[in-house]
C-alpha cells in the first residue's frame, strides 16, 4: 500500500503548493472559525478543494478526514483514510511567513501508511512509507538518539514547560518553536531537533503524515502518557504528543505528570 500511495500523495502535496503559494500570505482573505477554532483562509479552502479532488479521484473507496472539511462518520466505516491539513500553521500562513506546511496522510486500520509534508516557500518535501524509511527532497533522514541534556534542542510551546506538567521541575532544555505541528515533526525526523512536545489534546489532522516520518526515521513517537496513536477515531484528536529518540523520548516521559485527556 505505501508503494503505491506515496507517490500520490508526493505529487499531490506539489500541485497543492502551487495552489497556496497562487494567494499571498497577507492579501488572502482570512476570517475565524466558530466557537475559538483559529482562522481559516481562502487558501485554506482552494487547498482543501484541489487535495479532494485529486486524491478522491485517485482513491474514491478511501475515507476522508480534513480540517477544513465537515466531519463525517462514513469514513468510520473505511479501512483505509485520507488524513489531510491543507495549510498546517495557518497564521503563519497569514503573517507572511514560509513556516507553513501542507500534510497529508493515508492511515489504514488506525495506523499511518504513507505522507508527504510539503513546506513550498523552503522547498522541503518529507515523505514516508510505512517499512520503507523517512525521506527529504529525496535523501534518507534520521532522527537523532541522543539522550537527554540542557543542550537538547526539543519544539514545544513554552505552555508545555509550566511545572504542573511536570514531576518536580521542568526539564533543563534547549526550547525552540515552529508553528506547524507537522513541521516540528518533521524537523525531528530530519535530526535538526531531538524532540518535540505538545500536551494538549491534538487533532489529528496536525500530526498523522508528521507521525510517520518520525518513526520511519527511527524515532519514537506517544501520546503523552506513552500510549501509541491511533487514527481516525471517531472524535479524531490524540491525547498529546511525545516524539523523540528512544532515550530522549523516555527521559521526557518519565517526567511528565500523567493525565487524562
Request: glycine fraction near 10%.
Amino acid at each position: 500500500m505505501p508503494a503505491a500511495d506515496l507517490p500520490l500523495l508526493t505529487d499531490a502535496a506539489r500541485i497543492a503548493g502551487r495552489v497556496a503559494t497562487s494567494f499571498a500570505g497577507p492579501v488572502a482573505r482570512a476570517w475565524d472559525k466558530p466557537g475559538g477554532a483559529g482562522p481559516v483562509t481562502e487558501a485554506d479552502l482552494a487547498v482543501n478543494d484541489v487535495l479532494m479532488s485529486t486524491l478522491r479521484t485517485a482513491r474514491p473507496d478511501y475515507g476522508w478526514l480534513s480540517e477544513e472539511t465537515e466531519d463525517s462518520t462514513h469514513r468510520l466505516d473505511r479501512d483505509t483514510v485520507f488524513i489531510i491539513d491543507p495549510i498546517d500553521g495557518t497564521r503563519s500562513f497569514v503573517e507572511g511567513s514560509r513556516t507553513w506546511a501542507i500534510s497529508i496522510a493515508v492511515a489504514h486500520q488506525g495506523r499511518v501508511t504513507a505522507a508527504a509534508v510539503y513546506l513550498p516557500l523552503r522547498d522541503k518535501l518529507y515523505a514516508a512509507g510505512l517499512g520503507t524509511g523517512a525521506t527529504l527532497n529525496g535523501a534518507s533522514l534520521r532522527a537523532c538518539a541522543a539522550p537527554m541534556s540542557p543542550a537538547s534542542k526539543v519544539l514545544a510551546a513554552r505552555p508545555n514547560f509550566e511545572p504542573a506538567n511536570w514531576q518536580g521541575a521542568a526539564p533543563q532544555v534547549d526550547r525552540h518553536y515552529r508553528p506547524s505541528l507537522a513541521y516540528r515533526l518533521s524537523l525531528v525526523g530530519e535530526g535538526r531537533f531531538d524532540g518535540m512536545l505538545t500536551l494538549r489534546p491534538s487533532w489529528e489532522w496536525d500530526i498523522a503524515a508528521g507521525a510517520l516520518i518520525v518513526s520511519e526515521a527511527g524515532g519514537t513517537i506517544t501520546d503523552r502518557t506513552g500510549a501509541p496513536l491511533l487514527f481516525n477515531n471517531p472524535h479524531p484528536t490524540l491525547n498529546g504528543v511525545v516524539a523523540a529518540g528512544d532515550s530522549l523520548h523516555s527521559a521526557l516521559l518519565g517526567r511528565l505528570e500523567q493525565q487524562s485527556a
